[in-house]
C-alpha cells in the first residue's frame, strides 16, 4: 500500500489517509492534519511539524567533534556534548539524514535515538496519548 500511495502521490493524486499509525504517516504523508475533538488543531507539512517540536537527537560516538561539525551543516542547533557523544535540536532534519550524513563523514556512529516523533508531537497539541488497550 505505501508503494501505491507514494506513486500516486508522485503522479499528482492527492491521496488523504486517515490513520492513527503516526509511524506509517511519517513513512508516507508530506502534509499533516492533526484532529482533535472535531477540530483541526494544526495542519502543514511535515517537516514543518516536524520544526515546529523540536525534536532532539542523541548521537553516541568517540568523536563528538566530528559528529557536531556534521550536525551544524545539516542545519542542527543547541549541540551539546554528553558523556557518550553528544545530542542537539534537530528542527525538520529527519533521522535517516542525520545517520547517513555522519557515516558519510567517517563518524562512527555507536548509537542513534530521537526523542520526539509524530506520536510525541501529537501529545503536545491535544494533551492526549493513545490507548490501544482496546
Known amino acids: 500500500m ?3 500511495i507514494t506513486h500516486l502521490a508522485a503522479e499528482g ?3 488523504l489517509l486517515s ?3 503516526l509511524s506509517e504517516v511519517e513513512q508516507i504523508c508530506t502534509h499533516v492534519g492533526v484532529m482533535h475533538q472535531g477540530s483541526l488543531v494544526a495542519q502543514a ?3 514543518q511539524l516536524r520544526a515546529a517540536h523540536a525534536a532532539r537527537a542523541t548521537v ?3 568523536h563528538p ?3 557536531a561539525k556534521v550536525l551544524t551543516d545539516l542545519g542542527a542547533t543547541d549541540i ?3 558523556p557518550e557523544g553528544l545530542s542537539a535540536a534537530m528542527g525538520a532534519v529527519l533521522p535517516e539524514k542525520t545517520v547517513a550524513s555522519l557515516v558519510l563523514a567517517g563518524v562512527p556512529v555507536k548509537g542513534f535515538a530521537q526523542s520526539a516523533d509524530l506520536e510525541d508531537l501529537f501529545v503536545s497539541l491535544t494533551g ?3 490507548d490501544v488497550s482496546g
Request: without cysteine.
Open 65 to 67: 567533534q566530528d559528529a
Open 80 to 82: 551539546k556534548t554528553i
Open 2 to 4: 505505501r508503494t501505491l
Open 128 to 130: 492526549e496519548g493513545f
Open 60 to 62: 553516541t560516538t568517540d
Open 19 to 21: 490513520t492513527h499509525l
Open 45 to 47: 507539512a511535515l517537516p
Open 13 to 15: 493524486t492527492t491521496v
